[in-house]
């Protein structure tokens, strides 16, 4: 059982940064972490994923350049930085870890086994 728990989410003005954590208990040091959001009204998205071994990464197109993401597994947890905000980045971000490797499939939530309840972030333009 993997147990994770968003933290940093908050209000922020166009243009600013935010930095999310996401504490993990359990075994997750060998898990794919990844981000979603999830704004008002949409599907769930993804924002980007880390692996665990060699801390590969992927990322939505609307992140790129962006969001960085990143995790420090003798602390068993993982960051999401986010530059450059913009008020359609505004969401209920979510942490979620999967036990079944990285690839191409690390796009899907339903690739993930664990989530976290979510942090909301709140771009005000």
């Known amino acids: 059982q993997v147990q994770l728990v968003e933290s940093g989410g908050g209000l922020v003005q166009a243009g600013g940064s935010l930095r999310l954590s996401c504490a993990a208990s359990?075994?997750?040091?060998?898990?794919?972490m990844g981000w979603f959001r999830q704004a008002p009204g949409k599907e769930r998205e993804f924002v980007t994923a880390?692996?665990?071994?060699?801390?590969?990464?992927l990322y939505a197109d609307s992140a790129k350049g962006r969001f960085t993401v990143s995790r420090d597994i003798a602390k068993n947890t993982a960051y999401l930085k986010m530059n450059s905000l913009k008020p359609k980045d505004t969401a209920v971000y979510y942490c979620?870890?999967?036990?079944?490797?990285?690839?191409?499939?690390?796009?899907?939530?339903?690739?993930?086994?664990?989530w976290g309840q979510g942090t909301q972030v709140t771009v005000s333009s």
């Open positions: 359990g075994r997750s040091s060998s898990a794919t």
């Open positions: 979620a870890a999967s036990v079944r490797g990285f690839g191409s499939n690390s796009y899907n939530s339903y690739e993930y086994d664990y």
């Open positions: 880390i692996s665990s071994w060699d801390q590969s990464t």
